[in-house]
């Protein structure tokens, strides 16, 4: 076989995988994240708050987030230690079912939660409600201002930019 015909042979080989594998959004490395349903059924049974983390395939402030700002040790053993860690691919096709029963998809839920670019950051309620959601590229100190927010309560009487505020 000539070089030109394995070449093109290769190429077509290549292109159908590459086509046929789904692509899927991965979450930052040495965390514990877990999928939606899962992390609603632990949040559940330990009486713990959600961090939900929606990211996709290629996108480069997810990349950013993970390698600069998720790569805190600290911030690790903080998200780990106060929130059951659930990832979402916001493209994803997967289906979902939500505390109520019903069924949809990864991308749906990102819908549901106005969840239009990446990343997008929420905090969850152990049942599933929504506390906050913050959208784009966090730095280690955004995100122990939000926990400060979420885990001291303040969300309860206060909006996050009046916390924030009062935090200077």
Not at 51 to 56: A, E, K, M, Q
Request: charged fraction near 25%.
């Amino acid at each position: 076989m000539q070089f030109s015909a394995r070449l093109t042979m290769f190429l077509i080989v290549f292109t159908a995988v590459f086509i046929a594998a789904p692509l899927h959004a991965d979450p930052p490395e040495g965390y514990a994240f877990v999928d939606y349903e899962e992390g609603l059924r632990l949040a559940a049974e330990q009486d713990r708050r959600i961090f939900l983390y929606f990211g996709r395939y290629g996108c480069g402030w997810c990349d950013k987030t993970n390698q600069e700002t998720f790569s805190d040790a600290g911030l690790r053993e903080l998200y780990s230690r106060n929130y059951v860690l659930v990832y979402v691919d916001a493209e994803g096709t997967r289906r979902l079912t939500l505390p109520d029963g019903e069924r949809i998809t990864e991308m749906e839920l990102g819908a549901r939660l106005n969840v239009f670019a990446t990343p997008v950051f929420g905090y969850l309620e152990p049942d599933g409600r929504v506390i906050l959601t913050v959208p784009g590229y966090k730095t280690v100190q955004d995100f122990r201002d939000y926990d400060r927010y979420v885990s001291g309560g303040h969300y309860r009487q206060q909006k996050l930019l009046e916390f924030l505020a009062g935090q200077s």
